[in-house]
């Protein structure tokens, strides 16, 4: 492949030129989420030419996913592709020399600390827990990371620097409760479009040490009902934000408190997670429970007990549909799997 | 009463302050950030900053999904 041809748009183009697009090149980010918004960063940015992407999604492909995450195919939903996995073959179709590293499984500290140095990470998360998990740990290694949400017809966004102005938890003035965020009113492509395609030109601008042209404001819009918002925020900024204060604690790196169970926004679906020192084979349960098994592959086990559904992934992991309630997700995963 | 919320002329009927008109557009229960005229209310203020005829809003609200 030509490099000198592939991105010669871009390189013309007057706020990148050819220093922009080697640093472009010389990038390291990590995008955490490969769901609609994720995936199509990542599209984006692998496109542009980005030097390494880090993809980090705990989920695997659904019929209901295609109408907006436009990486993934029909072909990677009947095969229960985990959506990293997926997101990583196609976007070698569409860039075959590019660096991409993926991590099937949970956005923790550790993982994320693993994937360091790199210049930035972008935030294509369903939940706001684990963005405030981003926050700090970006925080803490002094690294911008790029906030973006959706929902319906209306998505959000917002650039956090290290030393300029305030960060998430500064904003937000703590964590909502999870009925806040979670969401089942639908979305439409265009807003997840939208989102992206503002943290992606802050990250460009970001990347090519653009950093007059950054936006500098929180940034909202309805794509339907046509609103739109940008607010400076500087006034925002807490001196002794646990996050971004003089003397930090960065709260949401003492991950252990997070819970074991956790209901999955608009999925109709509990995850639970292994305890931390419980082995799990997904052969051996497959073994165990050959009448239960519906799907087998390399990431995962799908199990249809009765009426319900346990998707077990190879970190232990289980993703249990049609279950009531955290409680007997748990005691499900309990029966089936151990712990 | 006309305002202008986030670029676009509305007319509220039933709120006086900040307050009442997030809970008029149904998003009291979310984390926001509203400015009213260029400043931003912090979430302390919002029951007693009135609104007045003509007044330029902005009101962002925070979500998950993703
Ligand atoms: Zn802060």
Redesign the pocket.
Known sequence: MNTEERFSRQRLFHGIGRSGQERLQEAHVIVVGAGALGSLTAETLVRAGIGKLTLIDRDYVEESNLQRQQLYTEADAAAWTPKAEAAKKRLLDIRSDASIEIIVGEADPAVLENCLPADLIIDGLDNMETRLMINDTALKHRLPWIYGACVGAYGLSYTVRPGQG??L??LMKGIPMEGETCDTVGIIAPAVQFVSATQVTEAMKLLTHSFEQLRGTLWSFDVWSNETSSIHVDSL??EN?P???ASPAYPALAWSGRSKAETLCGRDAVQVKPLPDMQVSLEQTANVHKQHVSKANQHLLVLNIEDKRLVLFKDGRAIIHGVSGEVEARSLYQRYIGG | MQITLNGQLQNIENSKTVADLLEELQIAHKKTVVERNGTIVIEEFHEREGLMDGDRIEIIHFVGGG
Do not use: M
Request: include cysteine; charge should be neutral.
């Open positions: 305030p960060c938890r500064c900024q807490e934000c996050s971004c204060g």
